[in-house]
């Protein structure tokens, strides 16, 4: 029995992996988002609410632009559960919504998992409720997939270094942004780094084998540079191969 999870960044890859075109999931990052299309820093797009324009990256997961579209009828037949964290706009509560099953449709649950608030102010609807970014409601929700599914193993793969980077810029940023975001998802975000360390602990209790793949520290937030995003996407694809290849799957 196998459940996969995305959140926020990792949701649209979930996607890809359940449709069956992992393939196509990495080229999102030095394809269509290093276009003007996906983001813009000019006054008029950021007025609209839409420095990072979602509603295009969508447009490529349905298969409307772009050369990328997540397979939804392959993800939906897929025999492994699908699901992607979001953040309640009204609460501030985590959710894990089943992609398979969403209204709208899958993309819409995707859509809602990766609305960023600040570049992306669009309402996000998913099954009648309005949704945020998942980090806030739901950064590492170890414990809580594990229980409700009795898994006897997790594998994790971040988006992130194991050590995180700290500078007065980017903690005077971050301080502003959570305070411009809706009660709920203010103080969902405020304790978030307290609930992925509960989590990171409960793994360390050894309960439950698991695996946590961290990234390099080689791409920067919003780094748009084909190369650089190409190059990363194949350092991970070698580094994947070869930790399978120890694990004796390959």
Not at 119 to 141: A, C, H, I, M, S
Request: charge should be positive; charged fraction near 25%; proline fraction near 6%.
């Amino acid at each position: 029995y196998v459940v996969t999870l995305g959140i926020s960044s990792g949701a649209p890859g979930v996607g890809y992996f359940a449709g069956g075109v992992a393939w196509r999931g990495h080229r999102i990052y030095y394809e269509e988002c290093t276009t003007p299309a996906y983001m813009s820093g000019s006054i008029r797009r950021m007025a609209e609410g839409r420095t990072i324009d979602l509603d295009y990256l969508c447009s490529v997961f349905r298969g409307d632009v772009g050369s990328n579209p997540i397979d939804i009828k392959a993800m939906r037949a897929c025999k492994a559960d699908v699901y992607v964290g979001v953040t309640d706009y009204e609460t501030g509560e985590g959710v894990l919504i089943n992609a398979k099953t969403a209204t709208p449709d899958p993309v819409a649950a995707i859509h809602a998992s990766i609305a960023m608030p600040h570049v992306y102010r669009k309402p996000v609807f998913v099954n009648g409720r309005r949704y945020l970014d998942g980090t806030g409601g739901t950064p590492f929700p170890a414990r809580e997939v594990i229980e409700r599914w009795n898994l006897d193993g997790l594998v994790v793969l971040a988006n992130g270094s194991r050590i995180r980077r700290r500078s007065l810029k980017r903690d005077f940023l971050e301080f502003c942004t959570i305070n411009l975001l809706p009660p709920g998802p203010r103080r969902a975000s405020r304790r978030r780094l307290e609930v992925f360390a509960k989590n990171l602990e409960y793994l360390r209790e050894g309960k439950t084998p698991y695996l946590i793949v961290w990234t390099d520290n080689e791409i920067k937030m919003f780094d748009q540079n084909p190369e650089v995003l190409k190059a990363a996407a194949e350092r991970a694809y070698w580094h994947m191969e070869e930790l399978l290849k120890s694990a004796g799957v390959m």
